[in-house]
């Protein structure tokens, strides 16, 4: 079995590519954006990125991770919220046009196990890893194991129930995790604050070009950063709201690390302060049990296509 794999992150604006060895490293890298909802064209792109790392050995395998509901099998993709995929044979699909064999796995469940391998978590044999982006996703190693249920969904911890009747998510529910903590969150809460056409945003204002629709997660928590009190006070909400929701896993699963990545993970220290400072004074029991350590992610946008080169790797090595 060779050391190395090939690891694709497949995400709603761009598929990443790289040629992975054992310890985690990336080699060669490549990437280019995702082709719109069209499922055949993103088998060629993956197909073109693959061809781009150089000369690979035919026998080395592919790790895809993408956003979605797979199956146990790692075969097909039930539902995916950013491509045109329902009941998608996916790995059959790129198999055939790839000429190799392919491990498919859920994005986050991907990243999450490049952190357990070779990243934060390392070292610990039971950790949770909450990515946060546009939403809030997530993967649970327990005992040194991947845990996806009994159905392939677990880790989907941005859809737990935070206020019944909350805000509307784009699951179907009301009152997500995701719709307190997440970029869309924050997206939201500053659009707020821009229409009411107060003093107090008038830095957010001038960095979306008073346009609403340009303004992000990462762009509230950078004017944060960098001592904006009206943006600083939408992110420690945020951050609230996180390590309550951290408090409610660490009751439910025990882990000794929690470690949150992803793009808006990474942006923002006061987010995670104000996240872990939340999580100590909410955990069940607190004084009587000791607190998971919350850290941030150490690989980066990296982690997606490392775990999924490395799940790869390590599944047909087994077989």
Known sequence: MSDYAIGIDIG???????????KGQVLVRGQLPTPGFDPAAVLETVSTLIAQLGAVGKNTVVGVGAAGWMDLSGSTVAF??????????????????????????????????????????????????????????????????????????????????????????????????????????????????????????????????????????????????????????????????LGLGLANLAAVLDPGIMVIGGGLGASSPLLLQTAEQTFRASLSGRGYRPFARVLGTELGPDAGLIGAAELARRTFMDH
């Open 12 to 22: 709603g604006s761009k598929i990443a590519a790289g040629l992975v060895d054992s």
């Open 80 to 241: 995916s919220p950013h491509l045109s995929w329902r009941e998608e044979p996916l790995r059959a699909n790129l198999e055939l046009t790839l000429g190799r064999r392919v491990l498919l796995s859920n994005d986050a469940d991907a990243a999450g196990w490049a952190e357990y391998c070779f990243g934060a978590a390392r070292g610990e044999e039971n950790m949770v890893c909450v990515n946060l982006g546009t939403g809030i996703g997530g993967s649970l190693v327990l005992e040194g194991k991947l845990q996806r249920g009994r159905f392939g969904m677990a880790g989907e911890f941005g859809h737990q129930v935070m206020v019944p009747g909350g805000h509307r998510c784009a699951c179907g529910n009301r009152g997500c995790w995701e719709q307190y903590a997440s970029g869309r969150a924050l997206e939201r809460e500053g659009r707020a604050l821009l229409a009411v056409h107060g003093a107090v945003g008038h830095q957010l204002r001038e960095a979306c070009g008073n346009d609403p629709h340009a303004l992000s997660g990462e762009m509230v928590c950078a004017l944060a950063t960098a001592g904006d009190a009206a943006c600083s006070e939408l992110v420690i909400e945020a951050g609230q709201w």
